[in-house]
């Protein structure tokens, strides 16, 4: 069965650091582009960052960018977020996604999510 | 600023038709693919439509894309109330240089 599962949300401080973790399973993890998504509670769906599947390409959104890094090991069959100085308007459940190569903003399979909160 | 529009709700009947619009411009609609994406009530999101008009394995024929220049359409007919979901269209977009989200319509099924 073709899975993503994330891990690492929590509950942490304005200013601090979380790293969020993927592990993907039933598929060739290697061959594929991967995103994460967030949705801020009760608002719609905001596309966080993009990685190829050799790790050679990357984007991140203007609102991330410079705070979070996205990265990947192949061999693990994991993606990463490292999210630092975060903000109170980072709170969100944190989705990881599967790429389609045939559309940037193709994503096929997603993970069940995991929730940061960032409040003092 | 690079945005993608959609009607916040929508609304019909069981067995009618309903469709959900998304305008963007030429950054992003006008010039890449669109993907449409339901979210069912405490779910994640999941791939509807690819590729402006194209079915993922598993999603019924009820459901269907189109696009035409820098707006796109979702048509979802033979209405039921497990279609009651949130709908997202997304496309890349040259000027962010990152995938663009439309805000979401709320479906209600009467």
């Known amino acids: 069965e073709v899975q993503l599962v994330e891990s690492g949300g929590d509950l942490v401080q304005p200013g601090g650091s979380l790293r969020l973790s993927c592990a993907a399973s039933?598929?060739?993890?290697?061959?594929?582009?991967m995103n994460w998504v967030r949705q801020a509670p009760g608002k719609g769906l905001e596309w966080v960052s993009y990685?190829?599947?050799?790790?050679?390409?990357?984007y991140y959104a203007d609102s991330v960018k410079g705070r979070f890094t996205i990265s990947r090991d192949n061999a693990q069959k994991s993606l990463y977020l490292q999210m630092n100085s975060l903000r109170a308007e980072d709170t969100a459940v944190y989705y990881c996604?599967?790429?389609?190569?045939?559309?940037?903003?193709?994503?096929?399979?997603w993970g069940k999510g995991t929730t940061v909160i960032v409040s003092s | 600023q690079s945005v993608m529009t959609q009607p916040p709700s929508a609304s019909g009947t069981p067995g009618q038709r309903v469709t959900i619009s998304c305008s963007g411009s030429?950054?992003?609609?006008?010039?890449?693919?669109v993907n449409w994406y339901q979210q069912l009530p405490g779910t994640a999101p999941k791939l509807l439509i690819y590729?402006?008009?194209q079915r993922p394995s598993g999603v019924p024929d009820r459901f269907s894309g189109s696009k035409s220049g820098t707006s796109a359409s979702l048509a979802i007919s033979g209405l039921r109330s497990e279609d009651e979901a949130d709908y997202y269209c997304?496309?890349?977009?040259?000027?962010?240089?990152?995938?663009?989200f439309g805000g979401g319509t709320k479906l209600t099924v009467l």
């Open positions: 996604a599967r790429g389609l190569i045939s559309s940037l903003s193709c994503m096929d399979v």
């Open positions: 039933g598929f060739t993890f290697s061959s594929y582009s």
């Open positions: 990685i190829t599947s050799s790790s050679n390409t990357i």
């Open positions: 030429s950054s992003n609609i006008g010039s890449h693919t």
């Open positions: 590729t402006n008009t």
């Open positions: 997304a496309a890349w977009d040259d000027s962010l240089n990152g995938v663009l």
